[in-house]
């Protein structure tokens, strides 16, 4: 076996215990989660689990750098022959679709997880050099939109990027304990859209220089 395929099999191997931890998470909730319930739902052996994951802690871990890694990636959904502004309507309103699946997805899990360390002040760094890094991602996204003249900000793109991180979280948390229909997820995303164009100052296309 080359190592190239020898590399694409120990992925694909990795990929399918992370798949069987998001259901078994899913399913149970992080806590109650056990290493035996993950090499159960997986289909492999106890041993071929744990060459690759000691803990389901390492399993969360690694599912939250890869969402990580799809919010480092967004300035590059700047495509050159779309306006910003329609990039992020986009990405809003596919977020709210995300939200609208509430208990039924992995964000409670996400949750249970990050409340847990913030109580043992386990990952109190990384919790925050996420944050840091996620708010600088959005910025740089809507900086995009400032260099192409479409945004005239009214306040800074760093408080709007951390106010769209509050209201997805808040509008998350709000879906999970009490469902899409009462939290009005749709509607509540056209609403900060609104306030979202006002504060970027949003230029129409004959408006820009």
């Known amino acids: 076996m080359s190592p190239k395929v020898a590399d694409e099999h120990k992925e694909a191997r990795r990929k399918q215990i992370l798949a069987a931890a998001v259901r078994v998470f899913t399913r149970l909730g992080y806590q109650a989660a056990t290493m035996k319930d993950v090499v159960e739902e997986s289909g492999m052996s106890r041993g071929g689990v744990y060459l690759y994951y000691g803990s389901t802690e390492r399993m969360m871990l690694d599912l939250i750098g890869e969402t990580d890694e799809e919010v480092a990636g967004m300035p590059k959904l700047a495509r050159p022959d779309r306006p910003v502004w329609e990039t992020i309507e986009q990405l809003m309103r596919h977020l709210a ?11 409670p899990v996400f949750y249970e997880f990050f409340i847990t360390a913030w109580r043992k002040r386990t990952y109190e760094t990384l919790m925050e050099s996420r944050y840091d890094q996620n708010v600088s991602a959005v910025v740089r996204l809507l900086e995009e939109g400032a260099r192409r003249g479409e945004f ?50 949003v230029q129409d296309k004959e408006e820009q220089p």
Not at 97 to 107: C, E, P, Y
């Open 97 to 107: 679709g995300g939200v609208t699946k509430g208990a039924a997805g992995m964000a």
């Open 152 to 201: 005239q900000p009214r306040v800074s793109l760093e408080t709007i990027a951390r106010m769209l991180f509050s209201f997805h979280d808040g509008m998350q948390i709000h879906a999970i304990q009490f469902g899409d229909r009462r939290t009005d997820t749709r509607g509540q995303t056209e609403g900060m859209l609104a306030a979202l164009r006002h504060l970027l100052g």
